[in-house]
């Protein structure tokens, strides 16, 4: 009977010691850090990402040499940051996901929500975008500013259909900067070549 | 009293209990040692032996109970049970020096393991050649980071360890002017572009990059060389009503941002990080092999150390069998990626690494002394027969 006294005492004590541990949420300042690199696809300790973005032969394009390239990441095939003299910056964005990714009007919309700007209709689509030829490419482009915003922002982005993916080549980042940088990106448009392994 | 306090001695010191804890150790280690086949090696550590005890789900229910004695348990009583039994029973005599000081080694061993189980701490520092880091990534664990990105020289960041992100958990913290609500959480779930999974049910998503993801859970991986990808719906809450339903996922490596309360908030779920009070800077990764072969010859990771109050600024090169020891800190070369640019440090806080050593140390010299001080004897004694 003591003996079992005895050791409920030292199992209660230990569930108690058990019951002790619990994470705590912190909080930290730290300097700014640079976007995440890509966890490379050979490597033996990290699992490759499931995320589902377009197979197959890729695209090859020439950036202008103000473009700071970023590190990509499991979603981007390519990323560029544009950081004009007064401290604005703009990003590029390049993606590639299979089908059509809910279809023009869905993706348009999409950009629209982003800048707060109301969705448009299916009648609306047509005029939503401009075509623009390039040689290989006949991208779609859409402008879009917002500029009831309080920090008015622009989207500048151009997509195309290769081998049954859709590439966005998306450019949002301060009014100035986009506007300035649009030359320069229609002409990046159209280094934009089809690669074949 | 007396009688019930002899009757808890009596009980800590007995042989009886002795032999009891090592046979339940010995089932112990030989459970876990099958269950490593579903488990791996560290799911038997946090289920077998890093607890004081085996939990397991009552079926048809999520409710754990307590089925077997832990390490903890075990280990613990074990080290009460001899550290008792020497204040008790054991009397200090030349003859016996040696096995009491093997005892003695026995003791730190067994309290070693029980600080290395509750301090040792393992992260891993992947470095890109020309990136510096001031942090450690966890190889098990995540976080959920809110940060409030507005400035443009810092960031101010709340870390939500992944263990609080219960489904339905509610987290409110001082220094974020909204609620956390977790919708739900998958340890180990993939994800796939919505317009791939025809079928997938409505997302629970309703900002960021969430809406156009269909998320798919999946069981949890125990292998060495494979990792469990978390996900998780989270729902931040304000006063005036909720702001949105984000996904939230290690494999979004791009933190989502959004603008509240006149700041710029980024929320990412990220392996959970350890900041250190110095940055190291990867110079250059070397990976040499033998001369006309692929056969590895050497790793090596020439750092840059830096602290934040300039005390240190210096080179340093780290490679197989030659760590870098820092701050309390061991930084292993244990890996390497990216088409040998980017370098995969294991970096290991255990402060209590050379209790081993120095229970291995007595337990040698206590053993030495035991057969020595007996073959002494019996030499005597076969001269003296002689």
Known sequence: ???????????????????????????????????????????????????????????????????????????????????????????LSITAFPGDVGGDLANINRWRDQLQLTPLSPAELPGAYTVTQTGEFDFKLVDLTNPDATEPQQTLAAFITFEGNTWFFKLTGAVGVVTAEKPAFLEFLKTVKGHVH | MREYWKAFVDFFVSLRLTVALLALSIVLIFWATLAQVQLGVWGVQAKFFQTFFVLAKIPGTQIPVPVFPGGYFIGGLLLINLVAAHINRFKFTWRKAGIQL???????????????????????MRLDEGETKNYSESYRDN??????????????????????????????????????VVRDYYPNAALQMRSQVPNAPESLATAGIGPRIATTPLPLTYKQNERN?????????????????WLVSTQLLMPQSFEYAGRTWALSLRFARNYKPF???????????????????????????????????????IYMNNPLRYAGLTFYQAGFDNDDRTTVLQVVHNPSWVLPYISCGLMSIGLLLQFGLSLVGFNRKHRAAA
């Open chain 2, 229 to 245: 990808l978390a996900a998780a719906y989270v729902e931040l809450i304000g006063p005036e009503g909720t702001l949105g339903t």
């Open chain 2, 143 to 180: 976080e959920l980071a809110i940060i409030d990105t507005t400035k443009a020289n810092y960031d101010d960041v709340v870390a939500i360890p992944d263990s609080r992100l219960d489904r339905g958990a509610e987290i409110q913290y001082p220094k974020l002017p909204f609620r956390v």
């Open chain 1, 1 to 91: 009977m003591r003996l079992r006294h005895a050791s409920l005492t030292a199992l209660f004590g230990c569930l108690l010691i058990t019951g002790c541990r619990k994470a705590e949420v912190t909080s930290y300042r730290v300097p700014k850090e640079a976007p995440p690199a890509m966890p490379g696809m050979g490597s033996t300790d990290m699992a490759s990402t499931a995320v589902t973005t377009a197979q197959g032969h890729d695209l090859e394009w020439q950036a202008p040499s103000n473009w700071v390239a970023q590190p990509a990441s499991a979603m981007r095939r390519g990323s560029y940051r544009i950081t004009s003299n007064d401290g604005h910056s703009a990003e």
């Open chain 2, 279 to 317: 940055s190291l800077k990867l110079i250059d990764f070397s990976h040499d092999v033998y001369a006309g072969t692929d056969i590895p010859k050497n790793f090596s990771s020439r750092i840059k150390l830096t602290t934040v109050d300039g005390q240190d600024d210096r080179e340093v090169l």
């Open chain 2, 102 to 124: 093997t005892h003695i080694g026995l003791i730190i061993l067994l309290i070693g393991e029980l600080l290395t189980g509750l301090w040792q701490e393992e992260y891993q």
